[in-house]
């Protein structure tokens, strides 16, 4: 396991921007930038043992910040959406800003994916990683409390990549802290030949501005049905209500556990062009999957333009808009408790 810190750039203030690249005894590689703690490359093997970029990233610190795709990026305060911007809690309206329409998403215009962490590469005996801190002063966009934040990427030898998140707040506030890369397991072209599989069987349906309805749906007889493996544009263009809201796949899926709290596998993804397999274990009672519906060709890098279904994303979360939702887990972080949260992504191949 080796670790190399390079550095990446300078922000506008002075701020410098550090990379530093894993590299386990398999030849597996991420980079990762301090700035939002983006993932910005993957490098793994196919079945044939040749490595290519399985994420979607830019060329620069300036295109990162530039763009709202949210590419490789952690997200917070909140991932995902918050209706009209605004949630009640402890007898006080607490107002957001609305960046995706008339809703907040992924923590408003300034989340987490644009500030420069703290950024320490560490080295154990089988792994190697870095830690991010970052603090998210009271009133930032718009949230009550100090929140202390801690994101941990782990690269061990067996091609496992964990993201630990911790978070510490000194007055109640909601946090749903995740992970925003893109997969495109063949590293180029569209990802609608390759296969999902979801450990799933309800989802949260959406209404206009892909707000949940509150309701938990079954995923049978739905084109929302990912419980056996499938590619994923099998059904992406059939004529359905919930694929019409967010042309195409952008939806929380209710993920299968059977004891709450523990790491349960969430999603696998296979290229049958490469042989290569994603799967994405976490703790969270959600996972959402997005088809890359809204990329239009206006981004690029490696090579590549990021052009619609370039990639897909799985980000495990809690529940979009459970602060206004009293029937989804609730997302409150009070002070005196530590919020924990953990995604394993584990990179692997089919017999060739």
Same mark, same amino acid.
């Given at each position: ?42 490098? !793994?093997?196919?079945?044939? *043992? ?9 060329d ?9 795709a ?8 909140? *991932?995902?959406r ?5 949630? =009640? ?16 998403? =992924? /923590? ?25 801190? &970052? ?44 992970? =925003?890369?893109?997969f495109?397991?063949?590293?180029? /072209? ?21 707000i949940p ?7 049978? /007889? ?28 952008? =939806? ?35 996972i ?6 809204? &990329? ?6 490696? /090579? ?6 370039? *990639? ?9 808009d ?8 609730? !997302? ?21």
């Amino acid at each position: 396991m080796t670790y190399t810190k390079t550095g990446y750039g300078q922000l506008p203030d002075g701020q410098s921007v550090d990379q530093v690249r894993l590299r386990n005894a398999q030849g597996l590689e991420v980079d990762i930038i301090s700035f939002g703690g983006i993932i910005t490359r993957i490098s !793994t093997p196919d079945s044939k *043992g040749q490595h290519r970029n399985i994420v979607l990233g830019l060329d620069s610190l300036d295109a990162y910040r530039a763009e709202d795709a949210y590419l490789g990026a952690l997200i917070g305060r909140y *991932g995902n959406r918050i209706a009209n911007g605004c949630f =009640h809690l402890d007898g006080q309206d607490y107002a957001l800003p609305c960046n995706d329409g008339p809703n907040h998403l =992924h /923590g408003g215009n300034e989340g987490i994916n644009l500030r420069n962490w703290d950024m320490q590469p560490f080295q154990g005996e089988q792994s190697s990683g870095v830690e991010l801190h &970052l603090t998210s002063p009271d009133g930032d966009q718009g949230y009550p409390g100090n929140l202390e934040v801690l994101a941990r990427y782990e690269l061990f030898d067996d091609n496992r990549l964990e993201l630990r998140f911790q978070a510490a707040t000194d007055k109640a506030t909601p946090v749903s802290l995740t992970q =925003h890369s893109y997969f495109n397991l063949a590293g180029e /072209g569209n990802i609608l030949d390759q296969q999902l599989q979801l450990f799933a069987d309800h989802f949260t349906p959406a209404r206009q501005g892909l707000i949940p309805t509150g309701e938990l749906r079954p995923v049978a /007889g739905t084109a929302l049905d990912f419980r056996s493996a499938k590619t994923i544009g099998r059904d992406i263009d059939q004529d359905d209500e919930q694929l019409a809201l967010g042309k195409g796949f952008d =939806h929380n899926f209710v993920v299968n556990q059977q004891n709450p709290g523990d790491l349960h596998l969430a999603a696998r993804a296979t290229d049958p062009s490469s042989g290569r397999v994603l799967e994405v274990w976490s703790d969270a009672p959600g996972i959402q999957f997005y088809s890359g519906n809204f &990329l239009d060709g206006s981004l690029q890098g490696d /090579g590549k333009v990021h052009h619609r279904h370039s *990639g897909f994303c799985l980000e495990p979360q809690q529940f979009p808009d459970a602060p206004n939702q009293s029937n989804f887990p609730s !997302t409150i972080l009070a002070p005196g408790e530590q919020y924990q949260a953990r995604i394993a992504y584990r990179f692997t191949t089919v017999p060739d």
